[in-house]
């Protein structure tokens, strides 16, 4: 199943002259993919003729490679990508 949401988390801090933390800041958003999945449907309704048609002149076969890229955003699902500095945190969970 493809993912249907995701949340994005953005943690800073405030750092005095003297280099004591001052303030902590966070930030947090909730992204609906199911709406951008609905937004790009109509683009791949447009595009599936004309993928499937340059997979017959090029010899691939166009059920593995729609299955393949069915694959690949199912494998989104719980995906972690947390990246860390001495300043900010940025967490983005995938669900």
């Known amino acids: ?42 683009v791949v309704v447009v595009l599936f003729p004309l993928v499937a048609l340059v997979s017959v002149f ?3 076969s166009g059920v593995e490679l729609y299955a393949t890229a069915w694959q690949m955003l199912s494998s989104l699902r719980r995906t972690l990508v947390e990246v860390e500095s001495p300043e900010v945190l940025v967490r983005v969970k995938v669900w």
């Open 58 to 60: 090029l010899g691939i």
């Open 1 to 42: 199943m493809i993912p249907w949401g995701a949340s994005i988390r953005v943690q800073w801090w405030d750092r005095g002259k003297i280099g004591g933390v001052q303030g902590n800041h966070r930030f947090w958003i909730w992204v609906p993919l199911f709406l951008v999945w609905l937004m790009l449907a109509p």
